[in-house]
């Protein structure tokens, strides 16, 4: 399998992923993003071709604003 890195801004429901609450905030920034639950990588999906281009690995996380 081919590899390449990204460097990427995501976007996404802060609201909806954790709230007001601080545990959910450290679940999604743990666990979600920083892959504390094994190996499972996020899913790279494209609305273009209907379907997942490949995984991504979270390398680091800065400029968190929520």
Request: proline share 2%; aromatic share 8%; with cysteine.
């Amino acid at each position: 399998m081919a590899k390449i890195k990204l460097e990427i801004e995501l976007a996404y429901n802060a609201d909806q992923m954790y709230g007001d609450d601080p545990a959910g905030r450290i679940w999604f920034f743990e666990d979600i993003l920083g892959g504390a639950c094994g190996d499972e990588d996020l899913i790279l999906h494209s609305n273009e071709i209907g379907d997942a281009i490949g995984t991504v690995r979270v390398l680091s996380v800065s400029n968190v604003i929520s």
